[in-house]
């Protein structure tokens, strides 16, 4: 795997310089452009395509704030191909209701009850969001071990992030229905 910050010689952190990272692209860009190679031998063309390829998805991962939660996850091993991750029991427990309101509310509509199942998942969803910005936000000052924890816990809000997404899309069917 790339690792895109070292591509950028920018320190990991859930909360790069934006304007820096639009600099390292835009510099690199220039860099790597393939017109400037064209009468480069085939190897140092293919070089710098593979070059400029690595250039646009790093930035496309480093300036979007959930491709890169998730890049840097991966990046530190915490998340695997395939993983079946456990989810918290109190979690999946708070999940069953709310799949049981959703499933209530496919049999018989009430688009007074799927707003207020909505603005249940609203808050859920922004609890998780603000943990998730207090973890990233100390992640730089912490040591070797410390962003270990953190990214434990991170690993586990993004989890539970991605189970309220489908959650959201179940809502969003629904609401497509009434």
């Known amino acids: 795997m790339t690792d895109y910050f070292e591509f950028y010689g920018?320190?990991?952190s859930f909360n790069p310089d934006a304007g820096l990272v639009k600099k390292k692209f835009y510099e690199l860009s220039k860099k790597y452009h393939p017109d400037f190679y064209i009468n480069a031998s085939d190897e140092k063309q293919e070089e710098v395509l593979e070059l400029s390829t690595v250039n646009n998805k790093a930035y496309q991962v480093l300036s979007d704030p959930q491709k890169r939660l998730h890049y840097i996850l991966e990046l530190k091993g915490q998340l695997t191909e395939g993983e079946n991750y456990k989810l918290p029991q109190d979690f999946l427990m708070e999940m069953m209701n709310v799949?049981?309101?959703?499933?209530?509310?496919q049999f018989d509509p009430d688009a007074e009850r799927l707003a207020g199942l909505k603005i249940?998942?609203?808050?859920?969803?922004?609890?998780?969001?603000?943990?998730i910005a207090a973890l990233t936000t100390s992640f730089e000052s912490e040591d070797a071990e410390g962003q270990t924890d953190l990214l434990i816990a991170i690993k586990d809000l993004y989890y539970r992030n991605k189970y309220l997404y489908r959650i959201r899309e179940s809502i969003?069917?629904?609401e497509s229905a009434a």
């Open 10 to 12: 920018l320190p990991v």
């Open 99 to 105: 799949n049981e309101s959703l499933m209530d509310l």
């Open 120 to 131: 249940e998942v609203d808050g859920i969803e922004k609890g998780l969001s603000d943990k």
């Open 172 to 174: 969003h069917k629904a």
